[in-house]
């Protein structure tokens, strides 16, 4: 009861304020009230109520039956007529709007319930009926075939317009008229006529149907050669109440039967013909299987050969980093042995090229790892699980780790990592390595100002995030660069990035591995001004 919306409408305030409540009581939702018969037309065209409670005396230009009667027409809305008094006149005008019932003040609550109850299902049932009977009779007029109904007397009470250019008249002619007299039917071969097939339903009780070389003489003499069926329309006693007769031209079909014999007489000389080239075709088909057969073999050989080529090629990858990585540690120990290891400071002219020997090496080896971890990733090897990861202890991981390279450029290197933990489900080495990847980068690219790890853990969409943003104060990167960078390979152009090194692997790293932990990287960057790099991770 609480989905039904009911209109009150009673020109007496005090008294539709009680029958708002009585019905609140009887767990109906707050119904809306009106004080006249204009405000309820008005009304009932915003809300579309379920059912309207009418004071049939209303003061005003309408009184509650005139407003009844425009609800129901233009709305189809169930009207309940209150009523304490009334003259016999108004009465009666109230019956012609067909009331779906009358309360009479006072009323008890339960007589309200009941009547309301009852409108509603009287309501819907005419409704259903409404509809069914329009679904009837839109199906009967849009079908293919030609429909004609009697009464039990074999009396026309409907055509629909296929059956109307068929017979060759109008149902308004032969409204009442018997069917016998306008459904002209005989024997296309023996010429004689054909019983009515509706006289032999209202005879026999059953469905009926003709034998074929039925034609219909239409009105203007056409000879329509049909198929048809008539059955009993019957009441829930079983009694017959009338026949619907379904027919159709058949014209088209005993046309379309003699070509297909035509046809078929054709096939089997075509056949005939065919299978003469059908051996050749099979032999021809054998030898294309064939060779098919040996291009999926050479095929399957060629994939091995790759495989093969493939895991050399790893074996390779995997030989020259192991022997690159022993050469170029060698050289970084051998270069800090001689600037660290001797009794005299060496002299700036002997230091600066170790120092640059060093940094190549160092370089050179980071270089390396990144193309292995690539390459990794590229092939598809590499699956990362995921596992209960504290962030802030990654972040303060990178600082301790960068802050000494920040600092010997003279930079702040800054944090806001909050004191506590901050858990989420990642894979803790891909997680370091981004924020390692990124956070050195900015260093490198930052010549004066700071360098800051922003960090953000929030909550949207009914789900957790977390952002960690590396900003720096360095030089920034040209729009046109910024679209490509995370995409490619490539770094900035030598007139953006100076005569830094790095080819940009770093980057694409690092935005490889963001996408095996179901994160991204997001760039800000104002040329000449300092970049913003956000790995987001939901």
Known sequence: MSDVKILIVEDEGIEALDIQRRLISLGYATPDIVLSGEDAVK??????????LMDIMLHGKIDGVMAAEQIHGLYDVPVIYLTAYADEDTLRRARITEPYGYIVKPFRDREVHITIDMALYKHTMERKIRESEKWFSTTLRSIGDAVIATDKNGLITFMNPVAETLVGRKLEDLLNRKLTDVFNIVNSQTRQPVENPVTKVLLAGTIIGLTNHTVLIARDGREIPIDESAAPIKDDKGNIIGVILVFR?????????????????????????????????????KQEIEQRKWADYRLEEKNVELENAKLAKERFLSSMVHELHMALNGIIRFTSTVMTGLPEPLPDAQKRPLTMIRSSAQHLLSLIYYLLDLAKIESGNVELSTEPVDVTDVIREVTRILKPVADQKGLKFTDNTPEGQVVIRTHRRALSQILLNLTDNAIKFTDRGNVHLDFVHHQRGGRYMTEISVVDTGIGIREEDQQELL????????SSAGSREGVGLGLHLSNKLAELIG???????????????????R
């Open 43 to 52: 009304k009932a065209g915003e809300t579309r109520p379920d059912v309207v």
């Open 249 to 285: 031209d058949v014209t088209e079909r005993e046309r379309a039967e003699e070509e297909l014999r035509k046809a078929n007489d054709e096939l089997e000389r075509r056949v005939a013909e065919r299978t003469a080239d059908l051996a050749s075709t099979n032999k021809q088909l």
């Open 487 to 494: 995409r490619t390979m490539r770094q900035m152009d030598s």
């Open 519 to 537: 994160g991204e990287i997001s760039l800000k960057s104002a040329y000449g001004k300092g970049s913003t790099f956000t790995l987001v991770l």
